[in-house]
């Protein structure tokens, strides 16, 4: 094998960019792995820790960039340097083109759209609290999409964001729509009468979607960052959030969305809304649900039941759940049939880009067939000794750091997950896969066109074993999301592959496979 690191001094690439040059890379043939990445200490740290780091990237500075390649042959390490010089000279020549329009420092993007409420920051984790701060003290929101912020700049930007009655959504924010503008990783999805506070990106995601097919829209989708509920920084976005929609006269409904927070901050939050005028749906994953008597409010066990919730508190009617919106006597039968194919591989393999749905079908599923080892397991007896291998039923979020130290997210890039779907395939036991499809802004253009090789040869590897797998999956996305969602469903169908209408759907059905209906 042979490793380079090619470093291009002083060019600062945002996060989303770094992810989509890196994808785009390790697709070329012959490469083995491809990262593209800012030259900071700790990402340098984690090239390392992966074998990509070269004595040239050793010295690369946090404002260079590295991009580092290993393949099997030099030919094809120089058709990868090649490729990435023109991806990088086509990105300067549309900036240049752009350059006018696109302001290069903040006090010029102040000077440009003065009456601009809100800054979206992505750089480095160590540079982007001091420009928060920037923000901030210029009168302005600010959402964080960076990760890798220290937790003492976050407290400290949320309680000056606190004092000047302005908003921090993040640090490490993913999705937001505000105002109707799509913010980070997000669906194409319309404007109504629910307002959505979430520490979950794909949480938020899913709640916008189910929403948009329902006939309903959003006011305000509000991203929060995963460390909000957490006792150290006390829900002060949270809280901020609700008392904003609370004042908004288009908000009618309000659904929070997060994991387990701190038990006292989340009853702090359980009594700030407890006191509100709106009403609230929360669902708290892992928990909150017997604390529905005890504080008389809306509580539900993931993002489905919490929209049918919202939608039926809005029509002031009773909730009914139900476990499949569609076709429930077909759905079982068909889980029958399933189950009959299965031999004694009858194990589940769940493979998520999204944690929060990883979260929700890990949930649904312990329920139903019992104990599930994951790399976010629901009691940690259950965590994967090895991440990289799964044994009885295993549920994996693919975005966890463990997976993503210098790769991009597989939202985005499609190949740890489908060189996983392969590996599973190859376990004798293994006979349901599991897996989401998260389309919209940021997300990768086509998914179903680099899932389906994988799952033919997936498939054409249990049949030669005389075996059968049974692949089941979500697409989380609207008609308006530029993948064309009715392109993706007929893709993966034609190949076989179950559809179902939302991530908890979707997991049930695999639950009801595996127990024969």
Not at 489 to 503: A, C, T, Y
Request: aromatic share 6%; with cysteine.
């Amino acid at each position: 094998m042979i490793t380079r690191n090619i470093v291009t001094e002083n060019m600062y690439l945002d996060s989303i960019m770094l992810m989509s040059l890196s994808g785009t890379l390790k697709e070329l043939g012959g490469v083995d792995e491809a990262s593209v990445i800012m030259g900071s200490e700790t990402n340098k740290q984690i090239l390392e820790s992966i074998g990509l780091l070269t004595e040239e990237g050793r010295g690369a500075r946090p404002g260079d960039l590295i991009i580092a390649v290993r393949a099997r042959e030099s030919k094809t390490v120089e058709q990868v340097e090649t490729r990435a010089h023109e991806l990088l000279e086509g990105r300067m020549v549309e900036d240049r083109e752009r350059e006018v329009q696109l302001p290069r420092s903040f006090e010029t993007a102040i000077a440009s759209f003065p009456n601009a409420n809100l800054a979206l920051i992505s750089l480095p984790g160590q540079y982007a609290g001091r420009e928060a701060m920037k923000v901030l003290n210029s009168g302005r929101n600010v959402m964080i999409f960076s990760d890798n912020v220290p937790l003492g700049e976050e407290i400290l930007l949320k309680k000056r964001a606190r004092d000047l009655g302005l908003l921090v959504m993040g640090p490490d924010c993913g999705t937001a729509i505000i105002n109707g503008i799509a913010l980070g990783f997000a669906n194409v999805v319309r404007r109504g009468h629910f307002g959505i506070i979430g520490a979950s990106g794909t949480g938020i995601q899913e709640a916008t979607v189910l929403l948009h097919r329902e006939g309903y829209g959003i006011t305000q989708a509000i991203g929060l960052g995963g460390r909000d509920l957490s006792r150290e920084v006390g829900a002060m976005s949270m809280l901020q959030a609700i008392e904003a929609l609370e004042h908004d006269t288009e908000t009618r409904v309000i659904l929070l969305i997060s994991k387990p927070p701190d038990p006292e901050v989340a009853d702090l939050i359980f009594d700030t809304v407890k006191r509100k005028k709106k009403e609230y749906i929360i669902t708290f994953l892992k928990g909150g649900l017997e604390e529905a008597g005890r504080w008389g409010l809306h509580f539900a066990s993931g993002m489905e039941e919490a929209v049918h919730q919202a939608i039926a508190v809005y029509e002031n009617r009773p909730f009914v759940f139900r476990p499949f919106t569609e076709h429930p006597e077909k759905l079982v039968e068909r889980a029958k049939k399933e189950r009959m194919k299965l031999k004694k591989n009858n194990c589940l393999r769940g493979l998520f880009s999204g944690g929060t749905l990883a979260d929700e079908a890990l949930l649904i599923l312990s329920r139903d067939i019992g104990d599930i080892y994951s790399n976010i397991p629901l009691e940690e007896r259950f965590r994967l000794a090895d991440v990289s291998k799964s044994h009885d039923n295993t549920v994996v979020d693919l975005g966890e750091d463990e997976f993503t130290r210098g790769k991009p997210h597989p939202m985005i890039d499609y190949t740890l997950r489908c060189d996983r779907l392969g590996q599973e395939a190859r376990d004798p036991t293994c006979g349901v896969i599991l897996l989401d499809v998260v389309l919209g802004y940021g997300a990768h253009p086509d998914p179903a066109s680099v899932l389906l090789p994988a799952i033919q040869d997936a498939m054409r590897t249990a049949e030669a074993e005389n075996r059968y797998i049974c692949i089941i999956a979500y697409i989380c996305g609207t008609e308006g999301d530029p993948q064309r969602i009715d392109r993706q469903r007929s893709m993966l169908e034609e190949q076989g592959v179950i559809l179902l209408p939302s991530n908890a759907q979707a997991a049930r059905f695999a639950g009801l496979v595996l127990k024969g209906g």
